[in-house]
């Protein structure tokens, strides 16, 4: 039987945490096929994919995508989806344990008119004072790409209702594999800590017809600071914060000089200063500069914009 779906994994130095997601993908109940795809990376990727294997010995649907360089994240997982059969694609994170229905309810959800379904995550910590602010000022949305480039978030279980988006959480989300080949799956633009790169797939995707968030195809997020795509230092988070978004802004957003553009470089220069101001240091400027600078040469450089 060709599954349904195809659940795709990347994974970057991250063995134990890896496996607690595979066990509760694997104990997933229902009524239709479904294969699992690990993208590996790493010098030891293919020792770690044959431990995996015995692991998991006599599991059938379990594919290994490795390589000894370091891809990044966007090509290991495109390189997932081009293994996959199933005619949906499911992204997690390499560090989420799933629920036990999560599989079911996002299959459940898609219809005509749906390209994409996600569910929401829960953290070990809560979003923080300045989070819930910027949640409550947006309205409690889920899922939102403003005019200046900035995302609400707001993937949390405690959300009823089932909403229509603008994107989808990274660690949870899932494409119709027809619409995600037609559009060139992620954009391999997006490295280092491949900030934006899901929100920049969700909006070329969601061109094509709607994105589903659903608050009950929960998964725990055991968020690592090691491993995966964590920066090795708070100087290397602020240069890919701005490079990244910088270069997402641009590429999905920006229609000239306008107001909008000037409201996300105001936002960018003002999270830089106080970034600054609690990091006691010059370095959160000086690295918005450069990534500001160097987001916007990608896409000069760029041919072609999907």
């Known amino acids: 039987m060709n599954p349904s779906m195809s659940v795709i994994v990347p994974s970057l130095g991250r063995f134990e945490r890896l496996r607690a997601c595979l066990s509760s993908i694997v104990a997933q109940d229902v009524p239709f096929a479904f294969e699992i795809i690990v993208a590996i990376d790493g010098a030891d990727s293919s020792e770690l994919s044959a431990r995996l294997g015995q692991e998991f010995a006599g599991l059938q649907c379990l594919k290994f995508s490795t390589s000894i360089e370091r891809r990044g994240s966007p090509r290991a997982k495109n390189d997932g989806a081009a293994l996959a059969e199933g005619e949906i694609l499911v992204f997690v994170d390499d560090d989420v344990v799933v629920s036990k229905r999560w599989l079911r309810l996002i299959h459940d959800s898609y219809s005509d008119s749906i390209v994409g379904v996600g569910g929401s995550e829960v953290k070990g910590h809560g979003p923080g004072f300045v989070r819930r602010a910027w949640f409550l000022i947006n309205g409690n949305k889920t899922g939102r790409v403003t005019p200046g480039g900035q995302v609400v978030s707001n993937f949390t279980s405690s959300k009823r209702d089932v909403e229509q988006v603008d994107c989808l959480a990274g660690a949870n989300m899932s494409f119709r594999k027809s619409t995600f080949d037609a559009i060139g799956g992620f954009d391999a633009n997006y490295v280092g800590t491949s900030y934006r790169e899901e929100t920049d797939l969700c909006l070329r995707v969601g061109r094509h017809g709607r994105l589903i968030f659903r608050p009950d195809a929960v998964v725990e997020h055991n968020e690592d600071s090691r491993g995966g795509n964590s920066p090795s230092s708070k100087r290397d988070w602020n240069y890919w914060y701005h490079r990244n978004n910088t270069y997402f802004y641009m590429k999905n957003l920006s229609r000239g000089f306008a107001v909008?553009?000037?409201?996300?470089?105001?936002?960018?220069?003002?999270?830089?200063?106080?970034?600054?101001?609690?990091?006691?240091?010059?370095?959160?400027?000086?690295?918005?500069?450069?990534?500001?600078?160097?987001?916007?040469?990608?896409?000069?450089?760029?041919?072609?914009?999907?």
């Open 260 to 306: 909008q553009d000037l409201r996300h470089l105001l936002v960018e220069v003002s999270l830089s200063f106080g970034r600054a101001v609690t990091q006691r240091s010059l370095a959160p400027i000086s690295t918005m500069r450069r990534g500001m600078r160097e987001g916007a040469a990608v896409l000069v450089q760029r041919k072609g914009i999907k």
